[in-house]
């Protein structure tokens, strides 16, 4: 996990297929990995889910535990990729389905 621990701004959030709105998106304040661990700040609360991930598949696979809210427990499939010092991570549904790839439904990327 060494090669993602860092502090990250979070620039976009989809949920459900569609990008949350810009005044719910002010609301996340930042994302942290250290270790096993991804925090989430948002609107003055922490989010913390645990991770795993695997650079060996392409593209490389991360699978988050949230530890709290109402997907505590359940695991969220997902990829991410790592460019220019910018994290990307798309999650599946909680039912651990894994999305196929960075785009939206409609074949817009993610950001």
Request: no cysteine; charged share 25%; hydrophobic share 35%.
């Amino acid at each position: 996990l060494t090669p993602l621990a860092g502090e990250y701004a979070v620039k976009s959030v989809v949920k459900g297929g569609l990008p949350l709105p810009a005044d719910v998106l002010e609301n996340f304040k930042g994302a942290t990995i250290r270790g096993d661990t991804l925090t989430l700040t948002l609107a003055g609360q922490e989010k913390v889910a645990k991770l795993k991930t695997d650079a060996g598949k392409t593209p490389a696979r991360i699978d988050l535990l949230p530890q709290d809210g109402p997907d505590k427990g359940k695991t969220l499939a997902g990829l991410y990729k790592l460019e220019k010092g910018e994290l990307t991570i798309a999650v599946g549904p909680a039912d651990g389905k894994r999305p196929a790839g960075f785009t939206l439904p409609d074949g817009d990327p993610l950001k």
